[in-house]
């Protein structure tokens, strides 16, 4: 069983999110507009992920990242449910997701005393909002985790937006509760293959971030 720490009431706030002319948008209590971490960091990746599909074609394309999507969705609502202590997470599921669960389930055992799972976030000095997995202390460090399924192992550098992206959620998770986090993990399931295990420092990622950022302005 995890152990979930009481919900900070400086966490409680609603965000509510909308899509304008393809891009996700968060408001901020305030009433501030601030774009998704996920969509402003796709920047960087653009250029490659379109040269993959020219190179397949539109409709395999469609097809592989269709398949990605789906059994992401199926093996994160897994994990958020096994880190919830939920009766019943694996009933239901399909051969190829359980086994991917299975791969990465004991370095969830390295996982206890949650601060939040699925929690919104947003920055001000970023100018950026988004939805984390899971904060919690791995091997008792208080990190960002994020899980990600896979259908190959992973380069390390095809992994540089997962360490922004959750350094990003790690600096608004700060800003939000004055609880400082510098370590982010990310938790790779990959199909029919051992599963991958990343952990990175905060601070190493943050320049990919305001690269990012700068992109997204001069592209849109």
């Not at 398949?67 to 994990?79: E, N, P, V």
């Not at 939040?116 to 460090?141: K, P, Q, W």
């Not at 190959?152 to 095809?158: L, S």
């Not at 998770?173 to 938790?187: A, F, G, K, L, S």
């Amino acid at each position: 069983m995890f152990v979930h720490l009481a919900e900070r009431p400086e966490l409680s706030f609603g965000l509510q999110a909308e899509y304008i002319n393809g891009s996700r948008i968060y408001t901020t209590p305030e009433g501030n507009k601030y774009s998704s971490v996920t969509t402003v960091l796709g920047e960087l990746s653009k250029a490659g992920i379109q040269k993959w599909r020219k190179s397949i074609g539109e409709e395999q394309a469609n097809k592989i990242t269709g398949k990605a999507s789906r059994r992401g969705t199926r093996l994160h609502s897994i994990c958020e449910s096994y880190i919830k202590n939920e009766d019943g997470y694996l009933e239901g599921q399909l051969p190829d997701v359980l086994a991917m669960f299975q791969s990465i389930e004991p370095i969830f055992k390295r996982i206890n005393n949650v601060h939040g799972v699925e929690l919104g976030l947003y920055s001000d000095h970023l100018g950026l909002a988004g939805r984390t997995d899971l904060i919690a202390e791995f091997d008792g460090r208080l990190s960002v985790i994020d899980y990600k399924s896979s259908a190959k192992t992973k380069k390390y550098e095809y992994c540089y937006n997962y360490f922004a992206q959750c350094s990003a959620y790690a600096i608004m998770y700060e800003e939000r509760t004055n609880i400082p986090i510098d370590q982010v993990v990310i938790i790779v399931a990959v199909d029919s293959d051992e599963p991958q295990l990343f952990i990175e420092k905060r601070d190493s990622w943050v320049h990919r971030i305001w690269e990012a950022k700068k992109m997204y302005r001069e592209n849109h």
